[in-house]
């Protein structure tokens, strides 16, 4: 299952560390990948993650999410 993250707030690379590393420590998730650019990041589970936990971690990391959804599996 891979899921989309729309992020508000990020402007360095040091953002996107602290994102992917807030992401990287949920139960469940296989890869992070985070974009600066795109302002989003996509994970891959494997198994499913509540939408609230993953946006309570990037928020817990400083950042604002905005949506999560669902794009395979």
């Known amino acids: 299952m891979i899921k ?3 992020i508000e707030g990020m402007s ?3 953002c996107v560390r602290h994102v992917t590393e807030a992401l990287e420590e949920l139960q ?3 890869s992070v ?3 600066l650019e795109s302002k989003t990041a996509e994970i891959e589970l ?3 993650v509540d939408d609230n936990a993953i946006k ?3 928020e ?3 950042y604002e999410a905005v949506s ?3 794009i395979s599996g």
Do not use: E, L, P
Request: aromatic residues 0%.
């Open 4 to 6: 989309k993250i729309t």
């Open 28 to 30: 469940g998730v296989k």
């Open 68 to 70: 999560v959804m669902q």
């Open 12 to 14: 360095c690379r040091h």
């Open 33 to 35: 990948k985070v974009s």
């Open 46 to 48: 494997d198994r499913d």
């Open 56 to 58: 309570a971690a990037i």
């Open 60 to 62: 817990d990391a400083g």
